[in-house]
Nanobody
């Protein structure tokens, strides 16, 4: 099983930017399709973005499309989430996730079999 550790969260004003990173270890990183999810207090975990094994395909939730960019570096076993034009509603704990099985349901948390511990992102108005 791959192990995942997120970093890069923090406190930022609305309109600002943050870059989240997720470092993977334990298995061949390039075998995993990766995703970012987030969970705000009192809400369910929701899909943010996903990326294919090669990085050639990316997918985004409508709420972040045009503002967030997911990328990966298979040589460094990392995946990133660049977040621009942040809004207060982006405030949440952000989780990195990995899945080893191909599925078109990249937006479903149930499809992912490894998770990081999460990193807090707080956007003030």
């Amino acid at each position: 099983q791959v192990q995942l550790v997120e970093s890069g969260g923090g406190f930022v004003q609305a309109g600002g930017s943050l870059r989240l990173s997720c470092a993977a270890s334990g298995r061949t990183f390039s075998n995993y399709r990766m995703g970012w999810f987030r969970q705000a207090p009192g809400k369910e975990r929701e899909f943010v973005a996903a990326i294919s094994r090669s990085g050639g395909s990316t997918y985004y939730a409508d709420s972040v499309k045009g503002r967030f960019t997911i990328s990966r570096d298979n040589a460094k076993n990392t995946v990133h989430l660049q977040m621009n034009s942040l809004k207060p509603e982006d405030t949440a704990v952000y989780y990195c996730a990995a899945r080893s099985i191909y599925s078109t349901n990249y937006y479903s948390a149930a499809e992912y079999n490894a998770w990081g511990q999460g990193t807090q992102v707080t956007v003030s108005s």
